[in-house]
């Protein structure tokens, strides 16, 4: 079963290394997908994969909160923020939902400090003047937001944020059996120590059609090859796609 928008998507399982180069080793994809009659369209409007709907078992073994990981990356797997194709309306739109999803950030050091230099709003309590309309509705959502912060080297954090103590696997793990709607993940070096201890449970990837051919590169030094479900895809008239990956049902 499909829901119906512009664009196609093959309803095989593929490889992630067919977006992604030298990741491959790393990530493989789940497929094919089950029986149309067990899927249900979880976003409307999107021509997209599926989603099969867990039994009241599966749900329940489910941490209390989802830590969802959502990153921009080329083709050849860099997630550099410099690096990906400039954004405009349609993918800030995106990014403003994805925050909604979910009720509290989570970020290393790097992370929190670049996202508070350009999002936090301003003691005047007006936005700059080079923010657009996409811009600003984006960080009217993210300014309130309880954040976390995983880092060994500073002392306080503020902006609505709470410095994780002790072991970081631990700290996270701690931070997902508190009640709440998600967990909101970004960065690149954290994540790859999160994924490696298995507490991510939904993987977003928007891969941009640049080879960067540099820079960072995603869930570099995970370690051990990580099997993933693709259970949703779109387009953006970028060019850029949405692709949601979680672990597979067994």
Partial sequence: MECE????????????????????VAMEVVGPPEPAEAFACRRSGSRQRALPRRSPGEEAEVMTQPLRYAINVTLDGCCSHEEGLPPDAESMAFWTDELRRSDTLLYGRVTYELMQGAWRRPESGKWPDWMDASEVAFSEVMDPMRKAVASATLDAVDWNAELLDGDVVEAVRRLKERPGRGIALGGVRLPAALAAAGLIDEYTFVVHPVVAGRGPRLLEGIGERLKLELFERWEFGSGATVQRYRHPIT
């Fill in 5 to 24: 928008r512009g664009s196609s998507v093959d309803a095989s399982g593929v490889l992630l290394a067919a977006s992604f180069g030298r990741f491959e």
